[in-house]
């Protein structure tokens, strides 16, 4: 970005082949129907309950996301005007380059899942550091805001097609999935189906470090096992058994 004359010019850059978030799409898809300022864009996406997909929860996310779509060459400036007593709005429009990209975006983002990193399957993945009972308690607690974000994407919106609501049916899909599972997974814990302490996971560490299970699995596991008072070490795991076959699964 360089200033030339108190004008603001963005150099040149390559879009992305996958929006680098949901906002950059929404932006982009509301300047597409037709030419808009920044204000109008917020108002558009709480009224259409874009804020669900899209995190706008920063006052500034907008005005970045322009920012960063000016700079790929997908939206330009149309005008800058000036209304009594109001301050100066920026109008932008799409460029032919802003319409090609949204679609290669849809296409892609439709058909090829992304990797993506949410925290709750990291967690997961260590939980072997907490104790069962309190594992148990956490995955309760969470249940009961995952019910209130599902009653919410229930709730019937009248008069309104399908189609507008697309996103909604999903998530309440996964949620409801997750929901599911959470119980399941209580289910076992509490009858003891699903349980760990100290001696088990060294014997686990022990047996696939000695050999007898997978030796890249092994170090993947990373078990830390302490030397001191067991019961207020942590014990931390970096991976699944039960995504190997050869793992034997052990309910304690």
């Known amino acids: 970005m360089s200033r030339q004359a108190g004008r603001v010019r963005f150099e040149a850059m390559t879009p992305p082949?996958?929006?680098?978030?949901?906002?950059?799409?929404?932006?982009?898809?509301?300047?597409c129907e037709e030419p808009m300022h920044?204000?109008?864009?917020?108002?558009?996406?709480?009224?259409?309950g874009k804020d669900q997909i899209a995190n706008v929860a920063q006052r500034n996310s907008v005005y970045q996301t322009i920012t960063a779509l000016r700079r790929a060459g997908l939206i330009a400036v149309r005008e800058t005007a000036q209304q009594e007593r109001r301050p100066e709005r920026t109008v932008y429009e799409v460029t032919a380059e802003g319409?090609?990209?949204l679609r290669?975006?849809?296409?892609t983002v439709l058909s090829t899942p992304a990797r993506e990193f949410p925290d709750f399957p990291a967690a997961l993945s260590l939980?072997?550091?907490i104790e069962p009972d309190e594992v148990r308690a956490l995955l309760q607690m969470r249940i009961g805001p995952l019910e209130k974000q599902l009653a919410e994407l229930e709730r019937p919106v009248p008069n309104l097609p399908r189609l507008f609501l697309l996103e909604a049916e999903y998530m309440?899909?996964?949620?409801?999935?997750?929901?599911?599972?959470l119980r399941a997974v209580i289910v076992d814990l509490r009858r003891r189906r699903l349980s760990w302490n100290q001696a088990w996971l060294r014997q686990i560490a022990a047996k696939w470090a000695s050999g007898a299970g997978n030796r890249g699995q092994a170090k993947r596991m990373m078990t830390t096992v302490p030397k001191g008072n067991e019961r207020d070490?942590?014990?931390?795991?970096?991976?699944?058994?039960g995504r190997d076959k050869k793992a034997k699964r052990t309910d304690r």
Request: glycine letters at 2%; hydrophobic letters at 45%; a positive charge.
């Open 17 to 31: 082949s996958r929006p680098r978030s949901p906002l950059w799409m929404v932006v982009l898809s509301l300047v």
């Open 38 to 48: 920044p204000y109008r864009m917020q108002t558009l996406i709480k009224e259409r």
């Open 99 to 101: 319409r090609r990209t």
């Open 104 to 107: 290669m975006w849809m296409r």
């Open 127 to 129: 939980v072997a550091g």
């Open 172 to 181: 309440a899909a996964v949620v409801r999935a997750e929901i599911q599972w």
């Open 233 to 241: 070490q942590p014990t931390f795991r970096s991976r699944s058994p």
